[in-house]
């Protein structure tokens, strides 16, 4: 289990933490993805043998508002 903490632009809300918290749980092998807005930053826990953190780029970076930095 890795645990790796990302920045996330374009979030200005507790809309916009809900849809990226959930896109990131939703993906396989996702255990649990925290934002914190002031910082604009998603912490994540995540098992490196099920999802990648280019796999997470694009689905957040999908949601069309967002984007990750990996």
Do not use: H, W
């Not at 990226?20 to 930053?41: D, F, Q, S, Y």
């Not at 994540?44 to 796999?55: G, R, S």
């Amino acid at each position: 289990m890795i645990n790796k903490t990302f920045s996330v632009s374009g979030m200005k809300c507790m809309n916009c933490k809900a849809n990226v918290e959930r896109t990131l749980k939703a993906l396989p092998g996702v255990v649990e993805a925290v934002v914190n807005l002031e910082e604009a930053i998603v912490a994540v826990d995540y098992d490196e043998t099920q999802v990648t953190p280019q796999a997470m780029k694009d689905a957040v970076d999908d949601l069309g508002r967002f984007e990750m930095t990996i």
